[in-house]
């Protein structure tokens, strides 16, 4: 999904499925080379980062896709999850949803019920930018709403927020899913045709990362 339909379309969280769209892609691009590259958050090891929000239906297809890869991943591959959020309030309460989630050792649990949630048909989504609403949904998932609600409005968890909004601004994020590789390449599967060819593409990267 792009970054304009989103925008266009997020009054009332019900995205229509979109393409995501690269600007400067040319004819038989896989990827993109960041010049200059980003610097990245880990010492010693590859970051790779998937860039997702919870109201993407591409999104949410991928995730089983990219799930059991990353625990498939090498030691010296450090892989993470940045929900973008592109100046828009809705985005910024689910990526604050997402950090909260990690706070409070709840994301393996409860990280597809969100996106279900969030895109569940028109009249049955929870409106998750209604705090009342947040808290009664947590709760029906058998979580002390108590400790979500914390992290929730925890500094940690809001300066991870701006974090992540840095860091759809420093890789020029326009369309998502999209997956960067140590600060220096950018790829997705509307660069390379599908989920599966995506990752495959990042394996390259990685291993292009590690040469040097």
């Not at 090891?45 to 990353?70: M, Q, S």
């Not at 048909?121 to 705090?131: L, W």
């Amino acid at each position: 999904m792009n970054r304009r339909d989103a925008i266009r379309q997020f009054g009332a969280l019900a995205l229509l499925a979109a393409p995501a769209s690269f600007a400067l892609a040319q004819k038989g691009d896989r990827f993109h080379t960041l010049d200059p590259a980003v610097p990245t958050d880990v010492e010693g090891k590859i970051e790779v980062i998937e860039f997702f929000h919870y109201a993407c239906p591409h999104c949410r297809e991928f995730d089983p896709v990219v799930t059991p890869w990353a625990k498939a991943l090498p030691a010296d591959v450090a892989f993470t999850q940045a929900p973008v959020i592109w100046g828009t309030s809705p985005l910024r309460k689910l990526a604050q949803i997402y950090y909260a989630l990690k706070a409070a050792k709840q994301l393996d649990a409860l990280h597809v019920k969100v996106f279900a949630a969030v895109q569940a048909p028109r009249g049955q989504q929870v409106n998750f930018a209604d705090e009342s609403a947040l808290r009664d949904w947590i709760e029906k998932q058998g979580v002390d709403a108590k400790v979500f609600m914390d992290a929730y409005k925890s500094f940690g968890v809001q300066a991870q927020v701006r974090r992540a909004e840095q860091l759809d601004k420093s890789y020029k994020v326009d369309g998502v899913p999209m997956m960067a590789v140590g600060g220096r390449f950018v790829t997705s599967a509307s660069l390379t045709g599908g989920h599966q060819a995506m990752l495959q593409e990042v394996d390259s990267l990685i291993e292009r990362v590690r040469r040097g």
